[in-house]
């Protein structure tokens, strides 16, 4: 993923290698604190391939870095709202609100 990102960016030299490591794994930490499955994370699929991409471009793409940490948060929503992403009982039913008949 190191050197999507750094072909992404255009960066041919390996100077910011362990800060955007860094950021990597601070992405895959992340996504494992709101739930998403371990196993998906350490061999990523498209989705979260494209979550953690656009988790170090917001820190990487300074002046689109408001979009990227909008979209990332977004990605990141989506995840931990989809069965297939979430560690089992991690995810609950969201509360229905009762009719008081009014």
């Known amino acids: 993923m190191l050197e999507e990102i750094k072909k992404i960016q255009g960066i041919n030299h390996n100077e910011f ?3 955007i490591t860094i950021w990597i794994e601070s992405a895959k ?3 494992k604190s709101v739930g998403i499955v371990d196993t998906l994370i350490d061999n990523p699929n498209s989705l979260i391939k494209t979550a953690i991409i ?3 471009l917001s820190f990487i793409d300074v002046p689109n870095a408001e979009l990227y940490a909008n979209s990332y948060a977004l ?3 989506v995840l931990r709202h989809t069965k297939e992403y979430i560690v089992d009982d991690l995810l609950k039913d969201e509360p229905k609100e009762e009719n008081d008949g009014i």
């Open 17 to 19: 290698d362990s800060t």
């Open 29 to 31: 930490l992340d996504l």
């Open 54 to 56: 656009t988790y170090v």
């Open 75 to 77: 990605q990141k929503d």
